[in-house]
């Protein structure tokens, strides 16, 4: 948005006649004084001042929104819609302006605007909607600059913020077009030409594609007229060849960094973080380490020391130093006061080092404390908290064998032995209640006395916090001392069951795992909270001493039927175990041997045919083909009739059931729309048809209801009873048999709705069902302008939530990354379990999505999805959903209003 010059000699002269002459200047009238007029009034009563509200709203949000170091730079700064609204005032005071230069000085004259600052005036409008966040209404604008001056210079500068407008929404295609159209543009203005590069840079950032974003911004670098633009994309591209481990091109472009002399935290970043870009062995490598070591002493340093720590640990592991980088990873963790994120980066290095050991229980801690830190925005965001909830399985089960392996030592001494370690286990409770708390005062106070000194808060590796209290003598806290653990109140939650406790007992609740349909699949059932858990851990402590005593004694596994009911806990464990490591870890040596110990001391368990088969699988994956074939053989020989064994001999057997039940889903989804078409004698032949093709199908009952009310629709209304009560004899259990009864109810409500014909039968004879009065419809409601999700249901065991929910994500980080689309699961029911994106602006950019993605050949990969229902919902029918389960009457609301 340039000043244009109007200031010729002659153009002078008109107008200061036509300032002269006033109202005389007509808008309607097309001479040099008339326009001259109006373009001054419109230039310089008007927009000017507009454009500048705008540009101040601009610089705003561009300092609002703070550049995180720790990822790739956004190519540009426009903040977010919650930043957005301070700018409100200013954007609305600068479209009011040029709004009313529009009415008053616009000259349309024979079809043609003939005073050209009237273009500006429209595009100014749209670039105040886009800083505004009203994307969709700055897309309107936008287009009618480029449609209304398709001939004018200015369509190009509407187009490219169209593109940028397309690129926030997520419009990869739509902005994708208009790049290319503008590719071999001749006519494009050459000052517009570094904005394009840039935003077809911005364009493959958001894609992940690096190599073709360098390239365009490297384009963009070399003619940004602007110093501030050309540092930008200079530390971008330094960013980006480093991730691509290209360092003598990154280094280019740190010292181009470093020479413009930028904003001290740029300038901070660029030399801490060219520690990545060295090789260690070089002169230059020994530099740095000096050069961020002096760093640390510098005082305006003070706040970056967590990532001078980081830098430094980072080139400890270039040199193969571990020991040192976890030590610098400590100090960072410790240090970090203010950036939050970095304290997140540091736990999640420290993580992965004691994961790539395996050190499964020390990487579950940093995992942990990484997952309360990271901001949900990082680009690794989902992964990282996926390893963290299977790590927190994994140590979850083996804690579960460690404590019930525990118990049953116990329970096997005598009365005694067993009384003398509880008192003993009481006490060290109690004292080490006293130590906690004396450690934190004593910690409170050396806090207070370092307050404004430089220094190393105390590191305890069981709680990796700074500033977590250092039990004495060296060793860890008691209650994660694996010698100590089957004694500490936090394992008897897990074993307490159904015993009767006094005061503030509570039982604990713990979860339990299903083995899945598919054998190689890990299926997680609800858990009890953390929070609950503190509760009822603190339930516990509030005990005196002799209560306390009495339920841990009243726990142990002392008399056979507590025993087994120990065992099955080990042996669910170890199973669970096994697959963690098999599936989730991918740690196929750790998965064999938990399921060679479980077979090993317990032969005959209730997972022993799935163990040797995933021991077929992992020695398999091993290359220990002698191994493989044992446990193959077994399967073959010993339980043939088994899937197991018809999965062995077909490795797509399994892929062929869900293909069958995906056909018969198929089927069922054009009967119910035949149905909703009214097209009711084809649905009543299509139920024929399909008990000859699908015999036993489970969607028989659906079948045989869908038959029934197309029978109501065209049948008198005895056969219509007739049909109904023959559903409600074959199906007893399902769920349509309630739909069946409801209807029944409607027809003779004195047959199915009265409460006292139970008590009226004569004795030993059968009572009739009692059945309430009918449930009326859900009240979804229709809103298309509000806020829509994308909903996608599937059974349980069928689709793995964790693989969906990655390629989810994978597929939203490729073409809607700047959404910034949150992904979430639960279960529906007891059978259903879905994964839910949101959110969208309304029901047409949801379904644009949901089109999307079901059409992409490669979003889902090799999952499965065919049977999975997909729709969109708004936020309020969402609750009424998982407050009503009745994902077919949303079914049905959801064809009528967002599919006709």
């Known amino acids: 948005m340039k000043l244009r010059s109007t200031f010729k000699i002659p153009a002078f002269i008109a107008i200061v006649v036509a300032l002269l002459s006033g109202p005389s200047c007509s808008v309607k009238k097309n001479n040099i004084l008339s326009r001259e007029y109006h373009k001054t009034l419109a230039h310089y009563n008007g927009y000017f001042n507009a454009r500048e509200k705008v540009k101040d709203g601009a610089k705003t949000l ?263 980088a976890i030590d610098f990873l400590r100090k960072s963790t410790a240090s970090s006061t203010v950036n939050t994120n970095q304290k997140a980066l540091s736990y999640l290095k420290l993580a992965e080092i004691y994961f790539k050991e395996p050190n499964y229980k020390l990487a579950q801690t940093f995992y942990d404390s990484t997952a309360a830190f990271l901001s949900q925005d990082y680009p690794d965001y989902l992964s990282i908290i996926n390893t963290k909830n299977n790590l927190n399985k994994l140590i979850k089960n083996l804690n579960i064998i460690l404590v019930e392996d525990s118990l049953q030592n116990l329970a096997s001494k005598s009365p005694a032995e067993r009384e003398m370690r509880i008192d003993r286990m009481i006490a060290n409770e109690n004292e080490l209640k006293e130590l906690e708390a004396k450690a934190k005062a004593e910690q409170k106070a050396l806090d207070e006395a370092k307050a404004n000194e430089e220094g190393e808060p105390s590191f305890n590796a069981q709680d990796p916090r700074p500033g977590a209290p250092v039990t004495p003598g060296g060793g860890s806290w008691y209650f994660s001392n694996q010698s100590a653990i089957s004694f500490g109140y936090n394992d008897f939650l897990r074993i307490w069951g159904d015993r009767k406790l006094e005061d503030n007992w509570r039982r604990s609740t713990k979860s339990s795992f299903a083995a899945a349909a598919n054998p190689d699949e890990f299926i997680e059932e609800v858990d009890s909270t953390e929070v609950v858990d503190v509760a009822k851990r603190d339930s516990i402590m509030a005990l005196d001493n002799a209560k306390r005593k009495d339920a841990y004694l009243a726990s142990l596994p002392t008399i056979p039927e507590l025993i087994a009911k120990s065992n099955d806990k080990i042996v669910e464990a170890y199973y669970n175990v096994g697959l963690i490591y098999k599936e989730q870890l991918k740690d196929n040596p750790s998965a064999g041997k938990n399921f060679e110990t479980l077979l090993t001391r317990y032969p005959e368990n209730l997972y022993k045919v799935p163990t040797i088969y995933n021991l077929y699988r992992v020695y398999l994956a091993m290359g220990e083909m002698d191994k493989s074939d044992y446990y193959k053989n077994v399967i073959l020989k010993d339980y043939a009739d088994t899937e197991y064994a018809k999965i062995i001999l077909n490795p797509d057997y399994f892929k062929d059931q869900q293909k069958k039940v995906a056909i018969q889903k198929v089927f069922y989804e054009n009967t119910y729309r035949a149905y909703l078409n009214k097209q009711y004698e084809d649905v009543i032949e299509r139920k024929s048809l399909a008990d000859s093709l699908f015999p036993g199908t489970d969607l028989a009952p659906k079948f045989d209801l869908l038959k029934s009310m197309a029978i109501g629709k065209t049948r008198p209304i005895p056969e219509f009873e007739a049909s109904l009560k023959s559903i409600v004899v074959k199906y007893p259990d399902d769920s349509v048999t309630v739909r069946a009864k409801e209807i029944l109810a409607l027809i003779d409500p004195s047959m199915y709705n009265r409460k006292d014909s139970v008590e009226t039968q004569p004795e030993g004879q059968p009572k009739p069902e009692v059945v309430e009065p009918p449930k009326a419809p859900v009240p979804f409601v229709m809103n298309a302008d509000t806020a829509q999700y994308v909903f996608i249901l599937y059974q349980n065991n069928v689709i793995s939530t964790n693989e969906l929910k990655i390629a989810v994500s994978n597929y939203n980080n490729k073409f809607y990354s700047v959404k910034k689309l949150q992904i979430s699961s639960a279960f529906l029911g007891s059978e259903s379990q879905f994964v839910l994106i949101r959110e969208f602006t309304n029901k047409e950019e949801a379904l644009r999505y949901l089109d999307g993605l079901l059409s992409d050949p490669v979003a889902f990969g090799d999952i499965d999805v065919s049977s999975a229902r997909s729709v969109t919902i708004t936020p309020d029918n969402m609750i009424l959903l998982m407050q009503t389960k009745d994902m077919e009457g949303y079914e049905r609301f959801y064809d009528e209003n967002y599919l006709n």
């Not at 200015?154 to 929404?169: C, K």
Request: proline share 4%; charged share 30%; hydrophobic share 35%.
């Open 62 to 324: 561009a300092t609002s929104q703070l550049d995180r170091y720790d990822r790739i730079l956004p190519v540009f700064k426009y903040g977010d819609p919650a930043s957005a609204k301070a700018v409100f005032p200013g954007m609305d005071e600068a479209i009011k302006k040029v709004s009313l230069v529009i009415q008053r000085h616009s000259m349309d004259i024979d079809g043609k605007e003939r005073n050209k600052w009237i273009e500006d005036c429209f595009l100014l409008i749209g670039i105040a909607q886009f800083y505004k966040h009203e994307t969709w209404t700055a897309i309107e604008s936008f287009q009618y600059v480029a449609a209304q001056y398709r001939s004018e210079p200015i369509r190009y500068d509407a187009l490219l913020w169209l593109t940028q407008s397309y690129l926030r929404l997520g419009k990869m295609p739509d902005a994708d077009y208009l790049l290319t159209t503008f590719r071999d543009d001749p006519k494009m203005p050459t000052d517009l030409k570094s904005l394009y590069n840039a935003i077809y840079g911005d364009y493959y950032l958001l894609q992940n594609e690096y190599e073709k974003a360098a390239e365009h911004l490297e384009k963009a670098t070399a003619i940004a007229k602007k110093k501030q633009d050309r540092i930008r994309y200079a530390f971008i591209l330094w960013q980006i060849y480093q991730k691509l481990g290209e360092y003598p091109k990154a280094v280019t472009k740190y010292e181009m960094v470093i020479k413009s002399n930028p904003a001290y935290e740029m300038s901070f970043n660029a030399r801490v973080n060219r520690a990545r870009c060295i090789d260690v062995n070089s002169p230059d490598g020994k530099e740095i380490r000096k050069m961020l070591v002096k760093m640390l002493t510098d005082f305006k340093n003070l706040e970056y020391q967590d990532q001078i720590y980081y830098a430094l640990a980072e080139i400890s592991l270039k040199e193969n130093n571990t020991p040192e």
